[in-house]
């Protein structure tokens, strides 16, 4: 089946620095989806993307929707604690309705 | 407005048993979708009802199966559990099924088969 490709798959940072990560597919998708999750919670959605080429900003959070529609990134600027998580890129192909394919997710730990 | 609920949210079965795992949407929603999510597999595509009407299928055996209910409720049902079946259970509800749809997800159930 399809596989998302997502790297890296930990990072661990400073406090202020940048971020970024991102997922590659040998398939194309149609949707970009980026997700945040927090042990014991269901994955929150942080950004959606539509079209290839597409740059999206959410507060710190920027991503991408590659040319290709093979891959995205995401970037978080300037970290803070609280952005300690695992993150998930996921896709969705044509006629896949509401399904997602998931990356194997980047935790991300930030040192105060 | 309330959000996706999961019920229960732990669960501890033996093998060979079968469990029923419930999902309601947020209000309006009418498509549910449902993932398995594991340490080594990560998460995987189960299934997605969309007005009580299976719209797609993830690869999993026949023992996992689902429905969905006139109030779009959602059930999930694994029957002879085995030890791999262990898994955080992700249930995700979206308005309709179209592909702008933001998907929203539950809290999860999370099952320990013994």
């Known amino acids: 089946g399809q596989q998302l490709n997502q790297s890296p798959q930990s990072m661990f940072i400073q406090e202020g620095e940048d971020v970024s990560m991102n997922c590659t597919s040998s398939s194309i998708f149609n949707t970009w989806l980026w997700y945040k999750q927090d042990p014991g919670e269901g994955p929150v959605l942080l950004i959606a993307l539509y079209k290839a080429g597409e740059l999206t900003s959410n507060g710190r959070l920027t991503a991408q929707f590659g040319i290709t529609r093979k891959d995205s990134f995401l970037n978080i600027s300037a970290s803070i604690p609280s952005d300690v998580g695992i993150y998930f890129c996921?896709?969705?192909?044509?006629?896949?309705?509401?399904?997602?394919?998931f990356g194997g997710g980047t935790r991300l730990m930030v040192k105060p | 407005k309330a959000g996706v609920t999961q019920t229960p949210r732990y669960l501890i079965k033996t093998r060979g048993q079968q469990v029923t795992l419930s999902c309601s949407p947020i209000?309006?929603?009418?498509?549910v979708s449902w993932y398995q999510q594991t340490p080594g597999q990560g998460l995987q595509f189960l299934f997605e009802?969309?007005?009580?009407?299976?719209?797609n299928k993830g690869n999993f055996p026949g023992r996992f199966s689902g429905r969905q209910f006139s109030n779009s409720r959602s059930e999930m049902n694994v029957s002879t559990l085995e030890l791999g079946d262990s898994a955080l259970y992700l249930c995700?509800?979206?308005?309709?099924?179209?592909?702008?749809?933001?998907?929203?997800f539950g809290p999860g159930t999370r099952l320990t088969v013994l």
């Open positions: 995700a509800s979206s308005l309709a099924a179209l592909s702008t749809d933001t998907q929203y």
């Open positions: 009802y969309f007005s009580e009407t299976q719209r």
């Open positions: 209000s309006g929603h009418r498509s």
């Open positions: 996921a896709g969705r192909g044509n006629n896949a309705g509401n399904m997602l394919t």
